[in-house]
Structure formats: structure tokens, C-alpha cells
């Protein structure tokens, strides 16, 4: 597997962001900034994330989507789309319950947008943990399921 990237467009308020590769827990900084950033913005008007170049995706990256995908749906009242071509990808969406949280496509998103990679942000050791336990809240918030399978994940966390 390719390493991870997270790469981005916006045009007047209308944001892609796009996953490349094996995305993990050490790109949980660089998107958790991204998506403050894109909120921050006072023209901000949709969002749609695409995963069609994604390889592997961890249960932080996935949290941190769960986070774009409630907090678009709380501010501004609609799910945000997501696209992903990998019939495996698009089991771990389903398995996670994102088909609650964004209009799921299970194809290419043709997004010919001139999409740039975000610099990498760096995160402290305990900033990341934070982001890592932040993520998994909101999984497990999402189902009964999901709370089973990152139970002793958490519990560990929060010890550490």
C-alpha cells in the first residue's frame, strides 16, 4: 500500500477532500485542521469526500470523517457525500454506519477539481491522542456496534 495523502480543492464555498493511499492515525492532525479550516470559512456550502484513490482507511480517519459528516449536518442541515470505488472501503463505510451520516456513492465522484495536497501537520504525541480518542467516541456514538468494537480500544486509551 501506498502511503497516505490527503489532497483538497474548494471553489466558492463547495470543498472536496480526497483520500489517497493508506490514510492512518498519523494524518489525524492534518485532517482534523482541514476540516476546522473548511469550517472556518464564512462561504463554506457543501462538502463531498472521495475515496476512490484510497487504499486502507483506520478507525481515527474514519472518526474524524463521522465529525465532518455530524458537524455539516448540525450547522448547516444536510450529509455531505462520500465516494468510494473499493468494494472493501465501501463495507467498512457500511459496517460503521455512515450510510446514516453521508449520502454514501459507491462510484467515482468525476471530480475534475484541481485538488492540491494539504501539508502534513505534525501533532504532538498528546494532541494525537486526544484526536485518536475524540475519533473513537464519535464511532462508537454512531451504533451499538460500533461502541462494542472500540470498547477495550478505549478503555486502554484513556488509561494511558
Not at 493508506?22 to 463554506?44: A, G, K, W
Request: hydrophobic letters at 40%; a negative charge; charged letters at 30%.
Amino acid at each position: 500500500m501506498s502511503e497516505g495523502r490527503v489532497l483538497a480543492a474548494s471553489h466558492d464555498g463547495a470543498y472536496v477532500i480526497r483520500l489517497q493511499g493508506d490514510v492512518r492515525l498519523t494524518l489525524c492532525t492534518t485532517i482534523d485542521d482541514y476540516i476546522q479550516h473548511m469550517f472556518d470559512d464564512p462561504e463554506f456550502a457543501s462538502v463531498w469526500v472521495d475515496l476512490c484513490d484510497a487504499q486502507g482507511i483506520d478507525s481515527t480517519t474514519l472518526g474524524l470523517l463521522a465529525k465532518l459528516a455530524i458537524r455539516t449536518r448540525e450547522q448547516f442541515g444536510f450529509s455531505p457525500a462520500i465516494y468510494s470505488c473499493e468494494p472493501g472501503i465501501n463495507r467498512l463505510l457500511k459496517s460503521m454506519g455512515f450510510q446514516r451520516l453521508f449520502e454514501l456513492h459507491e462510484e467515482s465522484c468525476h471530480s475534475d477539481d484541481t485538488v492540491t495536497d494539504i501539508p502534513v501537520v505534525d501533532g504532538s504525541e498528546a494532541a494525537v491522542r486526544e484526536k485518536v480518542i475524540e475519533a473513537h467516541r464519535i464511532l462508537m456514538d454512531i451504533s451499538d456496534e460500533n461502541r462494542a468494537k472500540f470498547r477495550d480500544l478505549m478503555t486502554a486509551l484513556e488509561r494511558g
